[in-house]
């Protein structure tokens, strides 16, 4: 019941004062507290999100788990097979080839950069400046018609086809609530590369004291959240790479 | 108490939404929510570019500033572009990088700097702290208009010079070099002609931030002429960072001067080379210095270097090699003998404008164009454009009623086209046809037969198209025997009559009038402008270097318009001011010039709209910029111009010149004006006024049309090609009564299902730009008071009597939000198999008809009905398309039969894997029914194999999946084949059916049996309406 009277009494400072300047952390704060507060999304070890992506007549079931250290799985149902579509152990991440099924390793850039996401969890923002991140707030802007902060993330660097890059995102917290409604990062990659790529998050709801968006637009494809698990079981397999079992025998000799 | 928690946290929301609904108004960005513009380009022929900046040490990172199109950035060495600039002014002077931060700090100083007669304006100087994500004006530049130049000391980057041209049509004393040393807080002002001659190029030594080289042009622009030179033309050198200037002209022919082009050699701070427009002829052209500008050698004065000084000022010096010089012109030239010669650059579209070399290699170069950015890759003999930068500059454009439409238009120096709103794969390079050459600007569509009017600068050239037979003629109307000289505008007003469909009009200082397509001519006025001769001899425009184009013609018409409701009401507005009505068809005509209220004298009649709303309504746009006023003018008569009203109100940005006005046809408070800075609409007639912003830059929006089929409005930019926002009707319901409603729905006409499948091949188009097409859902629109954050939002399309047909994701915006539905259902529940099946990828089409949307909001559920027709052009009868429906649910309910039995299957064998593993006993029994059942299995479903080439022979599902999949996508009548090969599948599987009950009483019964006996569990199977759920 805390929950509930900072996020009402936070709102309701908010609505008597909506134009009163916010620092970046003050938002930070904010969001976190009226979320299920700082401490308990600390003490999070992990959580198991189980929906939908959505496109027009077709879903796609799919199974999230995030974990503290970095760990994650993402196992999508296409016609009724279960498939690891995107997995990291804290050392390796590896995908599933969709035309053999088998699991192949993502190249070094990409492995370098999942190891870097290790320390994201619950969230990038969560206590930023030990983990060596900079936030810096830009200003008031206009989102999905609404008002936001605008905060500017920004990570450690990254390689990006042999060339070192900056890593940086923007987060909008709508100013009547605190919490993110939509992201932006630049594409690095493929043939939007350069141009900023956003999402946006909605339909927020309790789970055992913290708040999660249940929807969720990514790039243009939807994802729908049924049910949140928090500090799910989990265990060492489903995160490794699976070595496949009859590899052919390498001839040693060269 | 979950529950609980909830009601409460709605409740207080909904206390909230009390507090702000007062805010709500009929103007600002959320009116539109997340209705936005889409581009279709054309890129193929791209447009002007202003300035190119190369990265000083990555060299995959290449800037451009464009005349009319913004700022891009390539981050893969000038393979693609992306737009980085579009919540400003898209018009730039130049991109200048930190020499000490490059990847962070990019500098822009706006207003594009080749002052050609339909340049568009700047709005200042800007600065990004993060390679362009972000933007701050930086205060002082404010009126600048032009800026040429920015210089940054590499030793202290604090340190800017920036060199500003100022205005080009009004004296301006904010021209001038400005100085700052503090990285942009205070400017100081360190080098000041006059009010009339700006800084036309700012450099600074290689070596030596001290020396400083500043090129001062005196230069003016008016509607009618351009006058390039003067006394105050000069080149001056600056050895104490801009402390003091002297001018450097030892050599130099006395007398005025025009631009003046200087660059100093990156490898050799002695070595200048200047390009001067001078009195004397053949001291025009290539200047060079080898002592740092003490004296100067005439080089050159081919036509390369001398052409168009104005057009062309740019030169470029290999940065490893001081002898190799390009210079920018009609063709662009360069020397590899420290300028003793020139040669053309090879091949590409002409006008160059900046030219740069590659930071590594010298044999790459980069070319901005009056067409776009070359890459060159042999030092400059071959060249290939760059394919994704859609800055097309628009004079005019027009939409016909095609399905789907096509968009006409002409282009500053890139001809005439017409293209699709819509097209396979989108709108590509190769969809778009030409129809015109030399500078293009209007082109009209016959509105009934298949031929197009186009025209060129000064109406040189009319062409009449006939797309069918592809024959052109010319159509102009020419002097006849005792005629005065005809005088056409540059941009020569044309009209097509929506009464009489063979009449054309044309409009020099009189109005032509033809009723047989331009073949023979009328002239139905007297000369209707103020045919003030003091703004008629072109031939010596231009200045030091005369420049007669055509592009001054004045005193001339520049727009008619035909009443939509009676063909003998015409409206005609001219470049000097003059607003003319007849109601005859010609045979009188009214001048309501001095009705006009708080139009200055002489300001130039942009558009008149001609209303559907009343005979004596019309709107006109007036634009002073050619007269250095920038402000937004925009009236509305409904007297035929007896009397008129200003409907420009204070939310439009003070420097949005109009050049257009577009009507609702239906709601006559829903108006669209295209200016300078933009798109603006208005719903109150123009009471209040938003500026349209998502996907939308503030281009310069030179003409709007909206298609009333589509009810899309169509802008023509000048410098991002054409683009469209689509379905504006929502804009027409709304009102105070709407915006109050916590949710509200827009109606919508019925639509209809398209039936067009075909190809798009897109080989070749990795690196082309492709408008995104008009979505042919069903468009579902509603409005949101506040934005949706907090709990459950859903939407269902259900059938009348209420049962779910499809899912959709609603968006949560305030404002308005769209939601696509693309009339299927869901796909069907596909059987488990190693690989995948079609059918799991097709989701069949609804029926015509009537459905529901359910919005569901927190408790609250909204409903609101749409309607869904088939399509005209459909190529089976109803009752075809009927028999088509149902084998496609015959086929969807036995693809999910299959799969259930698939599944069920699977369960009993799962079983029996079970009893074989632990229980020794049971293990004959489990394995007979095991086998059994598995060799059921690889004939209903592929279990071997890959999804690519190592793929096992079809099985069942995947012969079924591929029938239901082709009937069910088909737009045609079931056919014999598809008929008989359904056969054989319904007779497969009903065999396979038998076989299934056959093991089950067979194997299965002795397998149940065993499990009876040893009281162990049944395999818990889910029912088939539970497994499909």
């Avoid at chain 2, 100067?296 to 002898?323: A, Q």
């Avoid at chain 2, 009209?444 to 062409?463: C, D, F, R």
């Avoid at chain 2, 027409?732 to 499948?757: C, G, I, W, Y």
Wanted: hydrophobic share 35%.
């Amino acid at each position: 019941m805390k929950t509930l009277r900072t996020l009402f009494i936070a709102i309701l400072l908010v609505a008597m004062a909506p134009s009163q300047a916010q620092t970046a952390d003050e938002i930070i704060d904010n969001y976190f507290e009226n979320t299920g507060g700082k401490d308990a999304w600390g003490d999070l070890d992990g959580i198991k999100i189980i929906g939908s992506a959505n496109a027009q007549g077709m879903e796609i079931p799919f199974t999230m788990i995030q974990m503290k250290d970095g760990r994650q799985v993402v196992e999508i149902d296409l016609q009724g097979q279960k498939m690891t579509q995107m997995a990291f152990d804290g050392e390796t991440m590896w995908t599933t080839n969709f035309m053999t099924m088998e699991a192949e390793k993502a190249d070094a850039e990409t492995n370098e950069m999942m190891k870097k996401a290790s320390k994201d969890f619950p969230s990038p923002l969560y206590n930023y400046k030990d983990k060596g991140f900079e936030v810096e707030m830009m200003g008031t802007e206009t989102i999905e018609g609404t008002e936001t902060y605008k905060l500017k993330l920004t990570q450690d660097p990254v390689t990006i086809d042999g060339k070192e890059e900056a890593n940086v995102s923007y987060y909008y917290f709508e100013t009547e609530n605190f919490v993110p409604i939509a992201t932006e990062t630049e594409v690095k990659a493929g043939p939007n590369k350069g141009q900023m790529s956003k999402n946006t998050m909605s339909d927020y709801q309790e789970v055992d004291g913290l708040y999660f968006p249940f929807d969720m637009g990514m790039a243009g494809q939807n994802l729908t959240v049924k049910d949140i698990v928090l500090n799910p079981e989990v265990n060492a397999e489903m995160f490794a790479f699976p070595e496949k079992a009859e590899a052919p025998a390498t001839d040693e000799k060269n | 108490m979950k529950r609980v928690f909830f009601l409460v946290l709605f409740a207080f929301f909904a206390t909230t939404n009390s507090i702000v609904a007062q805010e709500t108004a009929l103007k600002g960005k959320e009116l539109f929510g997340d209705m936005r513009a889409r581009h279709i380009g054309p890129a193929l022929m791209s447009g002007r570019i202003n300035d190119i900046e190369m990265h000083p040490t990555n060299s995959r990172i290449i800037y451009t500033g464009t005349a009319g199109g913004g700022v891009w950035k390539s981050s893969d060495g000038g393979a693609t572009f992306a737009p980085i600039f579009d919540d400003h002014v898209q018009s730039i002077g130049v991109v200048t990088l930190d020499p000490k931060n490059p990847d962070e700090i990019v500098w822009v100083g706006t207003g594009e700097t080749w002052t050609r007669n339909s340049v568009s304006i700047g709005d200042g100087l800007f600065r990004s702290t993060d390679g362009g994500t972000n933007w701050t004006e930086i205060p002082g530049f404010e009126n600048s208009e032009r800026i040429a130049s920015i210089v940054i000391n590499p030793n202290n980057t604090d340190e800017v010079y920036v060199g500003v041209l100022g205005a080009l049509w009004s004296a301006s004393e904010d021209r001038g070099v400005y100085k700052t040393t503090d990285g942009g807080k205070s400017w100081e002002k360190i080098l000041y002609v006059g009010p009339s001659t700006g800084a036309a190029d700012v450099i600074m030594d290689p070596k030596n931030p001290n020396v400083l080289y500043a090129s001062m042009w005196q230069f003016r622009r008016t509607g009618w002429g351009f006058n390039s030179g003067g006394e105050n033309s000069a080149l001056y050198k600056s050895t104490d960072g801009g402390k003091t200037w002297n001018k450097i002209h030892n050599g130099f022919p006395k007398g005025k001067l025009g631009r003046i082009a200087v660059a100093v050699a990156p490898s050799d701070g002695n070595i200048l080379y200047a390009v001067l427009e001078t009195e004397q002829k053949d001291k025009n052209g290539l200047w060079k210095s080898t002592d740092a500008g003490q004296s100067w050698e005439h080089m050159n004065n081919d036509f390369g270097l001398t052409v168009r000084p104005f057009y062309f000022s740019r030169i470029t010096i290999d940065p490893r090699n001081p002898d190799i010089v390009v210079k920018g012109g009609l063709s662009g030239s360069i020397s590899r003998d420290g300028g003793k010669t020139f040669k053309n650059l090879g091949n590409m579209h002409s006008d160059i404008h900046d030219i740069t070399f590659h930071i590594n290699d010298s044999d790459i170069i980069y070319s901005g164009t009056d067409g776009g950015i070359y890459r060159s890759w042999n030092g400059g003999s071959t060249f290939e454009i760059v394919e994704n930068l859609p800055l097309s500059q628009f004079y005019h454009i027009s939409t016909d009623d095609a399905e789907p439409y096509n968009v006409y238009g002409g282009l500053q120096d890139n001809g005439s086209w017409f293209g699709p709103s819509s097209s396979p794969g989108g709108v590509n390079a190769r969809d778009w046809n030409s129809v015109g050459v030399g500078d293009g600007f209007r082109v009209l569509k016959h509105p009934t037969k298949n031929i197009i009017y186009s025209e060129m600068q000064g109406a040189e050239n009319v062409w009449r198209y006939d797309a069918d037979r592809h024959r052109t003629k010319t159509i102009q109307p020419l002097p006849r025997k005792g005629d005065p000289e005809l005088r056409f505008n540059w941009n020569a007003p044309m009209a097509v009559s929506r009464h009489v469909p063979d009449r054309f009009y044309m409009g020099s200082q009189f109005v032509h009038r033809s009723d047989d397509m331009g073949d023979t001519w009328t002239i139905i006025s007297p000369d209707l402008t103020t045919n003030d001769p003091t703004k008629q001899d072109q031939s010596k425009s231009g200045g030091l270097s005369v420049d007669n184009s055509g592009a001054e013609n004045h005193t001339t018409i520049f727009t008619i318009a035909e009443s939509p409701l009676d063909q003998n009401i015409l409206w005609v507005g001219t470049d000097d001011g003059n607003v003319q009505v007849t109601t005859d068809g010609g045979k009188n005509w009214t001048n309501v010039t001095e009705n006009l209220v708080g139009i200055p004298d002489n300001t130039w009649v942009y558009h008149i709209e001609a209303s559907e709303h009343g005979k004596g309504t019309a709107y006109a746009v007036f634009d002073g910029h050619t007269t250095g006023d920038m402000k937004p003018y925009a009236l509305k008569t409904t007297d035929f111009g007896k009397t008129w009203k200003n409907i420009i109100s204070d939310d439009i940005q003070d420097n949005a010149f109009v050049r257009n006005i577009q009507e609702d046809y239906k709601n006559e408070d829903l108006l669209f004006l295209g200016t300078e800075m933009g798109l603006y609409v208005t719903i109150d007639g123009g009471g209040n006024w938003s500026h349209f912003t998502n996907n939308m830059p503030p281009v310069a929006v030179h003409y709007i049309d909206l298609q009333q089929w589509e009810d899309d409005i169509v802008m023509g930019t000048h410098g991002r090609g054409v683009i469209i926002i689509d379905d504006i009707s929502p804009l027409r319901q709304l009102n105070d009564e709407v915006l109050q409603k916590d949710v509200h729905f827009f109606d919508t006409e019925a639509f209809t299902m398209p039936e067009e499948s075909g190809f798009s091949g897109s080989f070749g188009t990795e690196t082309q730009f492709v408008g995104a097409n008009k979505p042919t859902s069903a468009r579902i629109v509603y409005y949101l008071k506040k934005r949706h954050t907090f709990g459950k939002m859903t939407m269902e399309i259900q059938d009348m009597e209420g049962n779910e047909i499809s899912t959709l994701t609603p968006g949560k915006s305030k404002g308005i939000n769209v939601v696509n539905w693309n009339f299927t259902s869901t796909i069907p529940k596909t059987a488990k198999g190693k690989t995948f099946s079609n059918s799991g990828f097709t989701a069949p089409r609804v029926p015509a008809g009537t459905y529901k949307v359910v919005l569901t909001k927190g408790k609250d559920t909204y409903e609101h009905e749409i309607e869904v027709t088939y399509d005209d052009k459909a190529i089976t009868t109803l009752a075809e398309r009927k028999e088509q429906e149902k084998l496609t649910k015959t086929l969807f309910d036995m693809v999910e039969e299959l799969a259930y039995m698939v599944y069920e299957l699977g369960e009993y064998q799962n079983a029996a894997e079970t009893v074989k593993a632990e229980h020794p006993k049971g293990e004959k029994v489990a394995t007979q029914f095991y086998d059994a059942l598995e060799n059921l299995r690889t004939d209903l479903v592929v279990t071997t194999g890959d999804n690519y080439v190592a793929s096992a022979e079809p099985e069942l599902r995947e012969r079924m999946g591929e029938l239901y999949s082709n009937v069910a996508t088909s737009y045609d009548q079931v056919s014999g084949a598809q008929r008989q090969n359904f056969e054989l599948i319904s007779e497969e599987f009903e065999a396979a059916k038998q076989r299934y009950q056959q093991i089950l009483d067979k194997e299965g019964k002795k397998f149940m049996k065993f499990l009876e006996k040893n009281d162990l569990p049944k395999p818990s199977i889910q029912t088939k309406e539970e497994f499909l759920k």
